[in-house]
Nanobody, 120 residues
Framework: QVQVVESGGDLVQPGGSLRLSCAAS????????MAWYRQAPGKQRELVAA???????DYSDSVKGRFTISRDNNKNTMYLQMNNLKPEDTAVYYC??????????????WGQGTQVTVSS
C-alpha cells in the first residue's frame, strides 16, 4: 500500500499565493504519476494538474498560468504552487498517486484532502 498525505491548505485572500505539498510513501516514488484534484461544495471532483514519471505535465484550463505542479523524487513529495488565487479556487484539494502495473503496490491512491479557502 501507498500512503498519501497532503498539507498546506489555508485561508488566503484573493490574489494571494499558497503552496500545497503531498508526501507519498514507497521506494519507487519516481515512477508514480502524481496529480492534484479538487472538489468544491456541490461540484464533482476535477483534475487540477498532473505530472507523470517522465515529467510531462497537464493543467486544467482554469489554472493555467497561475498554478505550477512540481515534484522532488528525492523527498517523495509533490507540490502545487498556487498564485493569483481566486474565490473560485476554493475547494478541498486531493493528492492522487497512480502506481503502474507490474509493481507490488500497483494501484490508485488518494489522500484525505486539504482545504483551500480564498476569501476576503
Amino acid at each position: 500500500q501507498v500512503q498519501v498525505v497532503e498539507s498546506g491548505g489555508d485561508l488566503v485572500q484573493p490574489g494571494g499565493s499558497l503552496r500545497l505539498s503531498c508526501a507519498a510513501s514507497g521506494s519507487i516514488f519516481s515512477i508514480y504519476t502524481m496529480a492534484w484534484y479538487r472538489q468544491a461544495p456541490g461540484k464533482q471532483r476535477e483534475l487540477v494538474a498532473a505530472m507523470d514519471r517522465r515529467g510531462r505535465i497537464d493543467y486544467s484550463d482554469s489554472v493555467k498560468g497561475r498554478f505550477t505542479i512540481s515534484r522532488d523524487n528525492n523527498k517523495n513529495t509533490m507540490y502545487l504552487q498556487m498564485n493569483n488565487l481566486k474565490p473560485e479556487d476554493t475547494a478541498v484539494y486531493y493528492c492522487n498517486a497512480v502506481v503502474p502495473l507490474g509493481t507490488a503496490v500497483a494501484g490508485d491512491y488518494w489522500g484525505q484532502g486539504t482545504q483551500v479557502t480564498v476569501s476576503s
